[in-house]
């Protein structure tokens, strides 16, 4: 590497593909950056589970250099959850039982980055089965604390700088919260927004594909490969109309927590924004224990190979036990209680015309590693009923981040990330 050159592992996805239109830099340079990064911090953060190394990851671009140079992504890196298949790399799922597991294809959301001009960088690691039992990962900003769970690599390895962009995968709260934790951008998208072909399920009713990176717009850039749609044209008014949710509702939230969003919601009215009560909190607390119950029952029927083996985890066999009491008339009717509540709120945001909702991501900072993966409370609800969200990482509040998430309205993706964009410029 070049005395004195730039640290392009830092840089915005997008910022590094101008500087490749330029000329400004080549993808080897870039590459080396990233290498060099994960050389310095990956002993101490721990967020790969599988590493393709630099001298064949250089090789696969210059096999297809060609290919490369004329595609959207150039041949940068991603990287992938550990619950999600990748060709001929391990997806172990964060359990000893798929230890020799080797898929024979992509899931979808690999392939659509691959023929983009990504190249998978390797596999990140996941709690087991996406669950709360942690993997060896460690948040970048104290190893004595935890990444959250359960795309604990994914977040742990963007937000320091190892990688521009993961993939994650979130049933409770499993990409916004380790976002918050590592102070990357966590999104989740509107339900049946991707494709989960070839992704491993938990919850099949809940279950997400998610985003991570360090900038909104990169966010919007994999969005729409994923999707194989042009930039939408997105209108912001000048003044949102916003509507905050304090979190207190549905469990413990800490004193630094909850000063950060009232800051936040502050600044936000100071600049003009409009904020309208939130009226649903006893619904959004019934919400959280629905979510719960739904996920239980369906865990306990997709892991009934991995239940028979012995090999699971305290938590997870205490989840499939909860799961496996549940009849099947009153998880039917849990989920047509989901169904109501969701209609009365979407008509409530409607009358009130309100752009977006603004909740804690977590209740507060990344908590001690021997405690768990932290609470997941502040995600079930948005989960349950499919709502997209996204994480904007606060500032000024200390050593360890902080984050608001942003709900929007289903199908509203488009406008939530780009709210978002403009909103993180507020504090």
Known sequence: MKTNQPEYCTFPLTELLKLLDTGAVTVPEIIRSYYHRIAEREPEVLAWQYLVSQENYLAQYEAQREFYEQSALKGLPFAVKDVIDTAHIPTRMGSDIHNLRIPAMDASCVTAIKAAGGIVMGKTVTTEFAYFKAGKTNNPHDKTRTPGGSS???????????????????????????????????????????????????AQSLDSLGIISNDVNDTLFIRNILLQKSPAAVSLPSSLRFSSFDGSALGPIEDGMALALQNFVGKLSQQGHQAQVFEHSDAIAELTTLHGDIMAYEVARNLVYETS?????????????????????????KVAR???????????????????????AAPGVAPLKETGTGAPFMSR??????????????????????????IGKPKSDDFILTAAGVLAQAQ
């Open 152 to 202: 604990s690599g994914s977040a742990a390895a963007v937000a320091d700088f190892m990688v521009p962009f993961a993939f994650g995968t979130q049933t409770a709260a499993s990409v916004i919260r380790p976002a918050a934790y590592c102070g990357s951008v966590g999104y989740v998208g509107s339900k049946n927004e991707y494709s989960l072909r070839n992704i491993q399920p938990l």
């Open 309 to 333: 083996t012995g090999q699971i985890s305290a938590q997870l066999n205490d989840l499939i036990k909860t799961g496996l009491a549940l009849p099947y008339e009153a998880y039917v009717a």
């Open 338 to 360: 989901v169904e109501v509540l969701k209609q009365a709120l979407l008509q409530w945001w409607q009358q009130h015309n309100i752009d977006v909702l603004i909740a804690p």
């Open 381 to 406: 609800p948005w989960q349950v009923l499919g709502l997209p969200t996204v994480t904007i990482p606060l500032t000024n509040t200390g050593t360890l981040p902080l984050a608001v998430q942003l």
